[in-house]
């Protein structure tokens, strides 16, 4: 049954990959060739190419300024006890939890409604886009942040405290190395989060300024080839990439 169930996952990835090799130009079955031609018609797409560099510029931002804020609010969600902790908790998970389509639209709302307000050029801007996805970010760092800190013994803490470490020596020596794993781990699943963001993305993008997600969504509009199969394939594997590599320094099994 778990053979089965695995097989069911995996099949469509399966039919992109082999998709991704047809010859001919309108996929049909069966094949009547195999060749790389859409993964250089990928390269050479100015569309997909600036796409990729905006996801990748906005993704990095967005998890680095997660990283930042989420780190701190799961030390407090998980350290301190105060009136309302519980309801700061879910709030702080609430976007794992509302639709997309809903998130981008009150995103939409808002900054048009900040932009009227406050005079600044929030909609359609890079920094505004990179707010909204930041608020994807933030609770994948929670969520996994605060599961290392529920495995961690706060023994260690204290004794280091009793031998003189004040609380910045004490975070910084003995509470971040044994969380490394969970905040390496936030980063990883807020970024691909982040990259691969289709429905907020689709609200919040100005003229020219286009993601990888919406720059292939746009070409499927136009055009049905195997380029679109290349292109999804080649994130594949960046994505499974980066996560073997994380995997081998930080065991992800850990945490996830």
Same mark, same amino acid.
């Given at each position: 049954m778990a053979?089965?169930?695995?097989?069911?996952?995996?099949?469509?990835?399966?039919?992109?990959?082999?998709?991704?090799?047809?010859?001919? &130009?309108?996929?049909?079955?069966?094949? &009547?060739?195999?060749t790389l031609r859409w993964f250089e018609e990928v390269t050479h797409n100015k569309v997909f190419a600036s796409g990729f560099v905006l996801s990748m510029q906005v993704g990095l931002l967005a998890t680095g300024i997660g990283l930042v804020l989420g780190v701190?609010?799961?030390?407090?969600?998980?350290?301190?006890?105060?009136?309302?902790?519980?309801?700061?908790?879910?709030?702080?998970?609430?976007?794992?939890?509302?639709?997309?389509?809903?998130?981008?639209?009150?995103?939409?709302?808002?900054?048009i409604e900040a932009e009227v307000a406050t005079k600044i050029p929030l909609m359609g801007s890079f920094w505004g886009l990179v707010a909204a996805h930041t608020l994807i970010v933030i609770p994948w760092t929670v969520r996994l942040v605060t599961a290392s800190l529920a495995g961690m013994d706060r023994t260690i803490e204290e004794a280091a405290q009793n031998l003189g470490a004040n609380h910045f020596v004490t975070f910084w020596r003995i509470t971040l190395p044994t969380i490394r794993p969970g905040i390496v781990a936030a980063a990883l699943f807020g970024f691909v989060n982040s990259?691969?963001?289709? &429905?907020?993305?689709?609200?919040?993008?100005?003229?020219?300024?286009?993601?990888?997600?919406?720059?292939?969504?746009?070409?499927? &509009?136009w055009k049905i080839d195997p380029t679109v199969a290349a292109a999804s394939v080649m994130q594949i594997v960046m994505i499974s990439v980066a996560l073997l590599i994380t995997d081998h320094y930080v065991k992800l099994s850990r945490v996830v």
């Open positions: 053979a089965i169930s695995m097989a069911f996952i995996l099949m469509p990835l399966f039919f992109v990959t082999w998709l991704a090799f047809f010859q001919q &130009e309108i996929p049909s079955f069966p094949p &009547e060739g195999y701190p609010a799961s030390l407090v969600v998980a350290r301190r006890k105060f009136v309302g902790q519980q309801w700061i908790a879910a709030l702080l998970l609430a976007p794992l939890i509302v639709p997309g389509v809903v998130l981008g639209t009150s995103m939409y709302v808002f900054q990259f691969g963001n289709l &429905e907020m993305s689709l609200f919040l993008v100005g003229p020219g300024r286009t993601t990888l997600p919406i720059a292939i969504l746009q070409y499927l &509009e």
